[in-house]
């Protein structure tokens, strides 16, 4: 698959029905998805298949994710914080 397309789908797929959550999101996509590894990519992906509430409970730390991978790249989401 092209790279190039799968990054701008994920850009896209990083576009929630929730403001709050595309202030966090897209800037990262943009700023810092193309230098994660390959394994972060896939959490990633992972990510955006659950529920905006889900996402934004654990970027807010309201609950955390079981999977230690998840945890470490929602940690890094939001030392990022829409930078």
């Known amino acids: ?6 990054d701008k789908r ?3 797929r990083s576009r929630r ?3 709050e ?3 966090l999101l897209v800037p990262f996509v943009a700023h810092h998805y193309p230098d994660l ?3 972060q990519k896939a959490t ?3 990510l955006l298949e659950h529920e905006d509430w889900q996402i934004f409970d654990w970027l807010r730390e309201r609950e955390h ?3 230690p991978s998840m945890r470490m790249l929602i ?3 939001r030392a990022c914080d829409g930078s």
């Open 65 to 67: 994710p079981e999977d």
């Open 44 to 46: 990633y992906g992972v």
């Open 10 to 12: 994920i850009y896209w």
């Open 1 to 6: 698959m092209d790279t190039d397309a799968f």
């Open 37 to 39: 590894a390959d394994e």
């Open 21 to 23: 959550l595309e202030l």
């Open 17 to 19: 029905g929730m403001l």
């Open 75 to 77: 940690d890094l989401i």
